[in-house]
């Protein structure tokens, strides 16, 4: 007796607050990761820009900066990523 209740606990639908913040965090995610790439990109082409016209004192603090950039933006994104990845698992 006590099996077939635990057995329709499991298979119950998730109540409306998990799906709803699920939702949300998908949609935020996806939010979040548009403005990581579209800001990576500006901010590395403003940095390219920069090196391009540094000279060559100013070039290898350019070149750190440009790195470090595309670096950041790339873990941005792929947090980003993994967050709905793990929310995938709710569905």
Known sequence: MKVKNVTSFLLAAQPKLVTGTVS?????????????????????LYSLFQLQSADEHEAP???????????????????????????????
């Open 24 to 44: 949300m965090l998908q949609t935020l995610t996806a939010g979040l990761t548009l403005i990581f790439g579209v800001s990576t990109v500006c901010i590395g």
């Open 61 to 91: 603090a350019a070149q750190k900066k440009l790195k470090r950039t595309i670096i950041i933006g790339v873990i941005a994104t792929c947090f980003a990523g993994l967050v709905t990845f793990v929310l995938s698992f709710y569905k």
